[in-house]
Each structure stands twice: as C-alpha cells, then as structure tokens.
C-alpha cells in the first residue's frame, strides 16, 4: 500500500505534491492540537519573536474581592486571540495549521475547476486566510461563553499553567497564559517580576493583578 501511495504521490505535478503535503501534515496536527485542547492541556500555540503591548497600568493596588464580577460585562483584557495582543496574536502556531490546512485542502478541492496554476494558489491562500478567520472569532465565541459561566479569577492562585504568548521580564508588558480551571479553559494576561517567560514554560499564578491579569512565577523544576 505504501508502494501505491509512493507512485501516486510521485505522479502528481508539484502544485499538487505541496496542496497534499500541506493538507495531510496540517489535518494530523490538527486532529492532535484539539485533542489535547479538549484534555485541557494547554501550550500548543507559539507566538512569533514579537513585543506584545498592553495599553493599562499595573502598579495600581486590586482588592482581590473585585474579581468576583461577571467576566462577561467587563473589559477583562483576554478577548480572545485578538484581544490586547492585537495583530502579534493572530501569528500563532494554531493559526499557521489552520492556515495551511484551508490552503492545502482548498487547493485539492478548486483544482478541478480552476486549471490555472497561479490563479489555483491565490485562490488557496485566500481559502487559507478564511480558515484562520473562522477558527479565530469561533475561538472568541467560545472564550466569551466561558467568561458567561461562573468563573471567578481568585480561583487561578496557586493554579499551574502554561505561557500562551511569551511574558516580557520585570513587567515590562504583558503575556497571555492558558489555564485550566473546573473543566473551562481561559485566557487571561499576565506579568512576571522575574525573567522572560517563553511561550510553553509551566508557570504558577501568585497574585491577582485585576479582573483579566494576573501575576505568576516559574513553576519550581522547570
């Protein structure tokens, strides 16, 4: 079966050895990326090498209490993939899956009918670009249903979790963590008095900055 594959692979033209070759790797590491998503386990994404900005002031003093309002008609700060991040988010390792998975299936399924090369890849690339903008605003969708429910941020301290979009050092601006909390996912900022923390470091929530910040310290052993 292998020999079979081989020799169809091979007769295919280059277009469509690289519409396979994209579709196939992104459709697996897709299927395993949601996977451990649905475990709850968390630092899939890598953000590329880019300063993430925050436009609010952390030095102030938050009493703990005021955590406990409903996330959903806040301005938490974690609006998903687009939130405070901005654009640097959307440069994500799950949107470059998602990106080359509508790119690689788009251009097997147009190829039938669009016999022009050129116009076959630009017609994936955009297939690829709607991939990332449906999967992001369903990300927001699902993030803005957690932030509906019941919890409440004073239930991260002390919680382990990992670096969704690296933490800037001494708090010179704000990171994203992924923690698992109940079951739910959530996304909240955070900052660090310590040293850089790389997106996938294991980290542990210390301190509650406001309603959608939080601060954390590297997880002792990692």
Not at 18 to 44: D, E, H, K, P, Y
Not at 109 to 118: D, G, R
Not at 186 to 212: K, Q, W
Request: proline share 2%; glycine share 10%; with cysteine.
């Amino acid at each position: 079966m292998f020999t079979q594959l081989s020799t169809w692979f091979s007769q295919l033209d280059t277009t469509m050895q690289v519409f396979w070759t994209c579709a196939i790797a992104a459709s697996v590491v897709f299927v395993i990326q949601n996977a451990l998503m649905l475990l709850g386990i968390g630092g899939m994404d890598a953000d590329v090498d880019a300063d993430v900005g925050t436009d609010f002031d952390v030095h102030g003093d938050f009493d703990a209490s005021d955590a406990d309002l409903d996330l959903s008609t806040g301005h938490s700060g974690h609006e998903g993939t687009l939130g405070s991040a901005g654009i640097f988010s959307l440069f994500t390792l799950r949107n470059f899956i998602n990106f080359f998975l509508g790119f690689g299936w788009g251009g097997i399924s147009l190829s039938p009918v669009v016999p022009n090369k050129a116009l076959l890849v630009f017609f994936s690339f955009l297939t690829g670009l709607v991939f990332v903008a449906v999967f992001v605003l369903m990300l927001r969708a699902m993030l803005k249903l957690e932030r509906n429910g019941n919890f409440r941020i004073t239930e991260c301290i002390g919680q382990t979790a990992s670096v969704y979009l690296r933490i800037p050092a001494h708090r010179e601006g704000a990171g994203k963590i992924q923690i698992s909390i109940n079951g739910s996912v959530h996304e909240l900022n955070a900052f660090t008095d310590g040293d850089f923390l790389p997106t996938g470091t294991r980290i542990r929530v210390t301190e509650i900055i406001d309603s959608g910040s939080v601060l954390v310290e590297k997880e002792s052993g990692h």
